[in-house]
Nanobody
Framework: QVQVAESGGGLAQPGGSLRLSCAVS????????MGWYRQAPGKQRELVAS??????DYADSVKGRFTISNDNAKKTQYLQMNSLKPDDTAVYYC?????????????WGRGTQVTVSS
């Protein structure tokens, strides 16, 4: 069974940094793409960053501050978040587009809370 799990959230001060991790586990044939979404209270879930076929894309609100990196051997993606702002406060979710014995589908993690506050 494929599972996706985020970690690394917490409390940071404005201007600070956090690194989120997203690990995919289970018997998989291929990770087609992975990405990060966030949802703040009272707002819709929005795409923050994604990585597909070697290319990373970022929402305008995080460009220059957030960076995706991958450890393919560990099936883990990282989201380095620098120069954090209070507006970055949200639950961050990882989504993985995975091909397994069950076919190809998206898998979501349960989310990790990021709070930016002084």
């Amino acid at each position: 069974q494929v599972q996706v799990a985020e970690s690394g959230g917490g409390l940071a001060q404005p201007g600070g940094s956090l690194r989120l991790s997203c690990a995919v586990s289970g018997i998989i044939f291929r990770i087609n793409s992975m990405g990060w979404y966030r949802q703040a209270p009272g707002k819709q879930r929005e795409l923050v960053a994604s990585f597909t076929s070697g290319n990373a894309d970022y929402a305008d609100s995080v460009k220059g501050r957030f960076t995706i990196s991958n450890d393919n051997a560990k099936k883990t993606q990282y989201l380095q978040m620098n120069s954090l702002k209070p507006d970055d406060t949200a639950v961050y979710y990882c989504k993985a587009d995975v091909t397994s014995s069950s076919g190809r589908r998206d898998y979501w993690g349960r989310g990790t809370q990021v709070t930016v506050s002084s």
